[in-house]
């Protein structure tokens, strides 16, 4: 069944049709989700409140039209208006900015990740929820806890609501034709099946330009997988290392593997080059593989994709983190007891589970509970995206997230120390340094406030 259910057909059919449409499976459906009797909290909602959020484009459209069928539903029972804003990817961090410099706008923003660290004093403080959701639902997972809690404290400063992960996807096929079964887990092997992709005319490809998705993702993947990090275990800056070296020096062989172009991809390059069969490896949402496997013309595509966790290389585990979204709620705010409760309902299992079994695997849950949801139970191919929120690898590793690791990784910092390297436009050596001294600097400013 597609996921191609209106924002006038979700709002006008209610939550149960748009769960229906959106699962293909009947939104009364015995839920397996086991949700603990914890008293829930007593927001005393504001008289005439009404609420702005702004979240960033769905890649799924199910995401947005359950997701704003949630929404009318908080309003039909509290008589909350909620107005809720989709902007692009690459937008979302500079509304955010916006928001937080001018004092005004959005009551709630939904960014990425580390977002609530780099405004945290501009926000509420979300522990009272974060609480009562987390005894409910079974605690709170890895990559929740840290990108939701400020740094070395427990207090909430965000409140996750799931997380995409990237990893590989390839075409069995093509792989098969040079000789592989799967893409190698040593660097040495990932780079042999690269030039051999490449030698076939199936190349692979990976973002390096400013993506927040893709280009983060593949930068950290590649410090990561050479036991590099941007800070120590203290917090001070150690991107300037050997480690960081060998992985500049791995891209700069593995780059000219790739299909021409990538240095200015965002986060729909690599789709629609895999879609148009122009590439035959990448590293991606499962929004991918769900557009091909829904489309007539290219479900022969999707039947001969897999997906595989991001080779590890030199680190223990595959270092595949999740871009989460993160929902804030700024002092500026006239209604913050309206804006828990919303964020309350909208994680409640009646609300929250039609909207990830909608998202068939995009986004993952950041509570354990949700494990049982039915998404995790269908398609084998979206399985690998259940666990994404355990991950021990996140953005500021290996130190603790603050504004100006946040900063770091808004400014794509990473991205372009290896996209400067790829291009022939700096040395390893070069470009590390560089690289250290762009963060030094966002973390004196941070230090001087």
């Known amino acids: 069944m597609r996921n191609d259910l209106t924002r006038r057909d979700a709002l006008a059919l209610g939550l149960s049709a748009a769960a229906l449409a959106a699962t293909g499976t009947p939104a009364n459906a015995q839920s397996a989700i086991k949700a603990a009797d914890v008293p829930a909290p007593k927001w005393a909602i504001e008289k005439g409140a009404s609420l702005k959020m702004l979240r960033p484009v769905r890649f799924v459209q199910a995401d947005e039209d359950v997701f704003r069928a949630n929404a009318a539903k908080f309003t039909k029972e509290t008589g909350v208006e909620v107005k809720v804003d989709f902007v692009g990817w690459e937008d979302i961090n500079q509304q955010t900015a916006v928001t937080s410099n001018s004092g005004a706008g959005p009551d709630i923003i939904m960014g990425f990740s580390d977002a609530p660290h780099i405004y945290v004093d501009k926000l509420i403080d979300l522990s009272d929820l974060a609480d009562y959701l987390g005894k409910r639902y079974g605690g709170w997972q890895n990559l929740a806890k840290a990108y939701g809690k400020k740094a070395k404290t427990d207090t909430w400063i965000g409140l996750p609501f799931g997380a995409t992960a990237g990893p590989l996807i390839y075409r069995k096929s093509i792989l098969k034709s040079v000789g592989f079964d799967k893409a190698p887990e040593d660097a040495a092997g990932f780079l042999d099946l690269c030039k051999k992709l490449q030698k076939a005319g199936k190349p692979a490809g990976f973002a390096l330009g400013n993506a927040v998705g893709d280009g983060?993702?593949?930068?950290?993947?590649?410090?990561?997988?050479?036991?590099?990090?941007?800070?120590?275990?203290?917090?001070?800056?150690?991107?300037?290392?050997?480690?960081?070296?060998?992985?500049?020096?791995?891209?700069?062989?593995?780059?000219?593997?790739?299909?021409?172009?990538?240095?200015?991809?965002?986060?729909?390059?690599?789709?629609?080059?895999?879609?148009?069969?122009?590439?035959?490896?990448?590293?991606?949402?499962?929004?991918?593989?769900?557009?091909?496997?829904?489309?007539?013309?290219?479900?022969?595509?999707?039947?001969?994709?897999?997906?595989?966790?991001?080779?590890?290389?030199?680190?223990?585990?595959?270092?595949?983190?999740?871009?989460?979204?993160?929902?804030?709620?700024?002092?500026?705010?006239?209604?913050?007891?309206?804006?828990?409760?919303?964020?309350?309902?909208?994680?409640?299992?009646?609300?929250?589970?039609?909207?990830?079994?909608?998202?068939?695997?995009?986004?993952?849950?950041?509570?354990?509970?949700?494990?049982?949801?039915?998404?995790?139970?269908?398609?084998?191919?979206?399985?690998?995206?259940?666990?994404?929120?355990?991950?021990?690898?996140?953005?500021?590793?290996?130190?603790?997230?603050?504004?100006?690791?946040?900063?770091?990784?808004?400014?794509?910092?990473?991205?372009?120390?290896?996209?400067?390297?790829?291009?022939?436009?700096?040395?390893?050596?070069?470009?590390?340094?560089?690289?250290?001294?762009?963060?030094?600097?966002?973390?004196?400013?941070?230090?001087?406030?």
């Open 216 to 449: 983060n993702g593949f930068a950290e993947w590649m410090l990561w997988s050479h036991n590099g990090s941007l800070l120590d275990e203290e917090g001070s800056v150690s991107i300037n290392s050997k480690e960081t070296i060998a992985a500049l020096n791995y891209v700069k062989e593995l780059y000219p593997t790739f299909i021409a172009g990538t240095p200015s991809w965002n986060d729909v390059s690599n789709n629609r080059a895999y879609s148009s069969q122009e590439i035959g490896l990448t590293a991606n949402g499962v929004s991918l593989y769900f557009s091909l496997k829904n489309d007539p013309a290219t479900a022969a595509i999707a039947e001969d994709s897999e997906h595989q966790l991001l080779p590890k290389f030199f680190a223990p585990i595959s270092p595949m983190s999740g871009l989460t979204l993160n929902a804030m709620v700024f002092k500026h705010s006239p209604y913050p007891n309206a804006a828990k409760a919303f964020l309350q309902f909208m994680m409640e299992k009646d609300q929250y589970e039609p909207w990830l079994n909608a998202n068939s695997g995009y986004w993952s849950q950041p509570l354990p509970a949700y494990a049982d949801a039915a998404v995790w139970k269908g398609d084998p191919k979206v399985a690998i995206f259940k666990n994404t929120m355990n991950s021990t690898y996140y953005t500021g590793y290996k130190g603790p997230i603050s504004a100006a690791s946040g900063a770091v990784r808004a400014d794509y910092v990473l991205v372009q120390m290896f996209a400067s390297v790829a291009t022939g436009a700096a040395t390893p050596e070069a470009a590390a340094a560089e690289a250290e001294q762009r963060c030094k600097r966002y973390f004196r400013r941070q230090a001087s406030k």
